[in-house]
């Protein structure tokens, strides 16, 4: 009995020793190295809209309809969270717009509406919002309320639109 025991510690003791040997060939580093997005947002932009000037290089763009009733924009946000996304662009809280948490590729998708005052009256929005472990995506389209009923299916046409794809470096 004494000979089995002494054999199974033994053993266990060079399984030990061998695993500790495996675990000091990892390197831990604490340098912070910021990543470059990992999505870009894909959307599906009715007939006759024009992008405006950003004033925001790449990350936020702005699209515009013909006749002005509706505006689209879409953003990429580093170091953000989905909560301060949200916040940023209707002015309350997810859970104060009864916001609609769901996956998308693995990722939290927030979808949500609001009513905010604009330049030429107030604007009924609808927004989507994506976040990953160091970005979050979002989507709003924003058209005149008086306009919103008749704006219906190309906002439609926006919001299943929106889609993100992986930036494969080509």
Not at 5 to 11: E, R
Not at 53 to 76: H, I, K, N
Not at 131 to 149: G, N, P, T, V, W
């Amino acid at each position: 009995m004494k000979k089995h025991l002494t054999v199974i510690l033994l053993t266990a003791g060079l399984l030990c020793g061998c695993a500790a040997e495996e675990t000091a060939r990892f390197v831990v580093s604490d340098e912070i190295v910021t990543l470059p997005a990992s999505y870009s947002i894909s959307v599906c932009l009715p007939e006759g809209m024009t992008e405006a000037v950003s004033a925001q290089g790449d990350a936020r763009r702005l699209y515009e309809s013909a006749d002005g009733s509706f505006y689209v924009v879409t953003e990429v946000c580093p170091n953000c969270t989905a909560a301060e996304v949200i916040r940023q662009m209707t002015g309350s809280d997810a859970e104060q717009l009864g916001a609609l948490c769901t996956q998308t590729m693995s990722m939290p998708e927030y979808r949500f509406s609001w009513c905010m005052e604009g330049e030429s009256g107030t604007l009924t929005c609808t927004g989507i919002v994506v976040e990953d472990a160091a970005y979050c995506y979002s989507l709003q389209f924003c058209a005149l309320e008086e306009r919103a009923k008749a704006c219906a299916k190309e906002r439609e046409q926006v919001m299943s639109g929106f889609g993100l794809y992986g930036d494969e470096g080509f």
